[in-house]
């Protein structure tokens, strides 16, 4: 609705004798001089929700605020008029082009004095010389008067109108060098008084000079938490939450074969917080300059979402922290559910980029998990990995179990541990699905991908220098792992990009490129690929092998597919030329077989024992292989070629 103060209150009120603006307060008059005074006018609920008109006095003006959702603010001049006037009600019908039935009250509706008599104007802000405006609540309490963003006077309770909670309302410098802490947990003890809004990081760099000591003597320092609310948003401005370093993780007890520490990072929790977002913050825990005394990894994340629902996180980067930078987690029965991410980096943490311990439907776009356990002085806790799915417990014991997740597009590199993993027997519920991501190592030897859950289906993915372990030890809760069109580039002559045992999960690698590029000869027998999973179906895959693996003194087998379900279509191939040498590709027990060798010449299908130069399933050869009698010095198999290409 409107609130209108026109013609109608002429008769009952003096109006200011000078040309300046005026306030109807208290049964007078008072003059002000600039629109301060009504600038952050923002929704109260329940209260004058609508439009909110203040005629002035002077040039013909009115100011038009608009209580719900943000602040706007138009003026509109009329200036041919005599300057004792007021607008009339229909006048101000012309100029907003409003009809009659749009709510528009008038003064015999509600006096002008009981509007302005629920406000308090031109308070001072003393961390940021602000004009505050405040508004009448018709309840308070003393625990929650803080004079920040509730006051009281006398026996009244105000509220401070405004549109989104600073952070330097609470004292925040955001210089770099100014302890935060007590500010920033102030402006979070706020929020979770209120119970919804706006947290605002107006852009800075916000240092926070403590880490957390539990046990025997603690120091009252904790992490900082938001709890309990609907409708959470956090905007960082492009601001850095610097957290201490420079201190020393020491080994205060011991638990088994293990120490620990009492000191931890500061991080921050958001816990059964429902419609939240997070945007265009950086955090960094400190690890570059933090040591440790040989203890194991604490509770020392970056960001802890904790049985959140609805949470939406964009352009966030989280490194440095001495554990994750990310943990998914329930609270007693929740679990999270509808977790989000976009263009977030999460690198350099110690122990894990993201965990996912208890998370229901969750999707990752545009996402880097990279560089675990490349702290800088911290160094690194097992198992220093990209994205660990671990699941600590199921149904009944939690609400829901945990899958339906989603990585599109998303980037896992150079973690000391595995890119991605899931290990855990409890991870064996829903799917997950990742989908033209890349998994790529620059600096280490044999890094691994290991799924084992439910299903996880990697599509359209990209391999670099990243073996895959969709069927090993710890698989014999899970039931399905696809890989499908990916592409899996391998450059270490001794590196295994493919391994699948025993007979569980089952296993499809359908439509992939395989290239294995080793620049340098096998001296000792090492499988490539390695399969005696009785569940593979290896269909439709095109592999070639650089000539620079082989020794040129032996033929050296370095795939083996063994008990496999099927082995179809697939197309093998060498730029190998040496005379006299091969490859050798060896299968036993194949249920159903039916692949292709562009040149069997140096690429030898043997069965074991090594009885003849094809596969062979019991007495029965091979169905068909495509054959190519000589290869030119310097040539290149050409995929879907019958005979080798000439040249280079």
């Known amino acids: 609705m409107a609130l209108i103060f026109d013609d109608n209150i002429q008769a009952n009120v003096a109006k200011p004798t000078d040309n300046k603006s005026g306030i109807f307060e208290n049964g007078v008059w008072r003059p002000y001089n600039n629109l301060q005074e009504f600038y952050d006018l923002q929704p109260i609920s329940g209260r004058y929700e609508g439009q909110f008109f203040l005629v002035r006095k002077g040039v013909k003006m009115l100011d038009l605020y608009w209580l719900e959702g943000q602040v706007n603010v138009a003026t509109i001049f009329k200036t041919d008029i005599d300057l004792s006037d007021y607008f009339t009600k229909e006048e101000i019908e012309d100029l907003l082009d409003l009809k009659a039935n749009k709510n528009i009250l008038t003064t015999s509706d509600i006096t002008l004095a009981q509007a302005i008599n629920d406000f308090i104007y031109g308070i001072t802000d003393a961390n940021t010389g602000e004009s505050v405006n405040l508004i009448k609540i018709t309840d308070g309490s003393i625990p929650i008067v803080d004079k920040v963003i509730f006051f009281q006077r006398g026996t009244d309770y105000y509220k401070r109108i405004y549109s989104k909670i600073n952070v330097r309302w609470f004292g925040a410098k955001g210089d770099g ?67 201490k370093g420079g201190w020393t993780r020491t080994a205060d007890y011991s638990a088994g074969s293990f120490t620990y520490s009492y000191s931890n990072c500061v991080g921050i929790v958001i816990s059964e917080c429902n419609n939240v977002t997070i945007s265009d913050l950086e955090i960094d825990g400190g690890a570059e300059t933090i040591t440790k005394v040989a203890t194991a990894e604490g509770v020392s994340h970056g960001i802890m979402l904790d049985a959140c629902k609805n949470l939406n996180l964009k352009n966030i980067h989280v490194h440095h922290f001495c554990a994750d930078g990310l943990i998914i987690r329930s609270k007693g029965l929740e679990i999270c559910r509808n977790i989000s991410a976009m263009n977030c980096r999460f690198t350099n943490n110690a122990r894990q980029a993201m965990s996912i311990i208890q998370l229901r439907q969750g999707v990752f776009i545009n996402c880097e998990f990279r560089d675990t356990g490349n702290t800088g002085l911290y160094g690194g806790h097992s198992p220093q990995g990209g994205v660990d799915i671990e699941p600590d417990t199921k149904i009944p014991a939690v609400s829901e179990n945990t899958g339906d997740i989603v990585f599109i597009g998303s980037l896992f590199q150079d973690n000391k541990g595995f890119e991605f993993v899931t290990s855990n027997e409890l991870s064996v519920s829903y799917p997950i699905n990742i989908i033209g991501c890349t998994f790529k190592n620059t600096n280490r030897f044999n890094p691994q991908v290991l799924p084992a859950a439910a299903l996880v289906r990697f599509t359209n993915c990209l391999f670099e220098d990243v073996g895959i372990f969709p069927a090993y030890s710890l698989s014999t809760r899970a039931s399905k792992t696809e890989i499908i069109n990916c592409t899996i580039n391998s450059h270490y002559q001794a590196e295994q990009i493919l391994f699948a045992s025993g007979s569980i999960p089952f296993v499809k690698v359908d439509g992939c490129e395989i290239n294995l590029l080793g620049t340098a000869a096998h001296t000792t027998q090492i499988y490539r690929i390695y399969s005696t999973n009785s569940n593979l179906e290896f269909i439709n895959n095109k592999i070639s092998i650089s000539a620079l693996e082989h020794s040129g003194t032996g033929n050296l087998p370095i795939i083996t597919i063994q008990n496999a379900r099927r082995s179809i279509s697939n197309r093998w191939s060498t730029d190998l030329i040496s005379s006299g040498v091969q490859f050798q590709v060896i299968s036993t027990n194949v249920f159903e077989y039916k692949d292709f060798f562009v040149n069997p010449i140096f690429l030898s299908a043997r069965s074991i024992p090594l009885t003849t130069n094809w596969y062979s399933l019991g007495s029965s050869p091979v169905d068909y292989i495509e054959s190519v009698s000589s290869i030119a010095p310097g040539a290149k198999i050409l995929w879907g070629a019958s005979s080798p290409a000439t040249g280079n």
């Open 177 to 243: 060098v100014h302890d935060d802490y007590y500010a920033v947990q102030a402006a979070c003890s706020a929020l979770n008084n209120i119970g919804r809004g706006t947290m605002l990081f107006p852009t800075g760099i916000y240092y926070i000079d403590h880490y957390k000591v539990s046990g025997p003597n603690p120091n009252g320092i904790t992490n900082l938490t938001i709890s309990g609310i609907t409708e959470l948003i956090i905007e960082g401005g492009g601001s850095l939450i610097k957290m």
